[in-house]
């Protein structure tokens, strides 16, 4: 797929950040992802000090490849939104940033005959996004280590590789999600 220059943001909850920071990473038109904590009130939160914060993951995505909608179609396949666990830490959470995103969730939530109330689902405006510690940022891909040292090799630091294209691909590849997308292959002669 062919990147636009405008990206925009979405937030989700869906248990442990690990495994949706790769199940989306992978996603065509998603270009960085990063997880953290948001939702609670408590300040600064850590994983070993989370309050009542809850883990969510971060998708930075090229609007013109895939949709905010394509990606609430996707959360929602990857829940139980008549469930919630009562512990926060692992909420399911849609935290919209925008009054579009929030207009294209409230339709979609309609268009399956929900509403934001009726539903186990958190569904609330994102106050503040607190980027979790780097060990926990492409968690898989952190477990390869070959790959890790390629990134060091070629001068990434941990910031670099949490925000980098390649690493939230190569994130997916590694929790054994397909990133392939195949077009027309080139000419061999
Ligand atoms: N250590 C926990 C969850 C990690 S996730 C970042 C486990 O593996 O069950 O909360």
């Given at each position: 797929a062919t990147a636009s220059d405008e990206t925009e943001t979405a937030t989700f909850g869906l248990g442990c950040f690990w495994g949706p920071d790769a199940q989306f990473g992978a996603v065509d038109g998603v270009v960085r992802?990063?997880?953290?904590?948001?939702?609670?009130?408590?300040?600064?939160?850590?994983?070993?000090?989370l309050g009542d914060h809850t883990e969510v993951f971060q998708v930075e995505f090229d609007p013109a490849t895939v949709t905010y909608r394509e990606l609430l179609e996707l959360v929602f396949e990857s829940h139980a939104p008549n469930r919630q666990t009562r512990n926060t830490q692992y909420q399911?959470?849609?935290?919209?940033?925008?009054?579009?995103?929030?207009?294209?969730?409230?339709e979609f939530l309609s268009s399956?005959?929900?509403?934001?109330?009726?539903?186990?689902?958190?569904?609330?405006?994102?106050?503040?996004?607190?980027?979790?510690?780097?060990?926990?940022?492409?968690y898989k891909?952190?477990?390869?280590?070959?790959?890790?040292?390629?990134?060091?090799?070629?001068?990434?630091?941990?910031e670099a590789v949490r925000e980098s294209p390649i690493a939230a691909k190569l994130n997916g590849y590694a929790a054994g999600h397909d990133v392939a997308v195949l077009e027309e292959p080139p000419a061999s002669e």
């Open positions: 992802t990063r997880v953290g904590y948001a939702g609670g009130t408590s300040r600064d939160p850590t994983y070993h000090s399911n959470a849609v935290l919209t940033a925008t009054a579009a995103q929030q207009a294209t969730l409230t399956r005959g929900f509403t934001a109330d009726g539903i186990g689902t958190r569904i609330e405006q994102l106050s503040r996004f607190y980027p979790a510690e780097d060990y926990h940022q492409k891909l952190r477990s390869v280590s070959s790959l890790m040292d390629a990134f060091d090799e070629a001068g990434y630091d941990d």
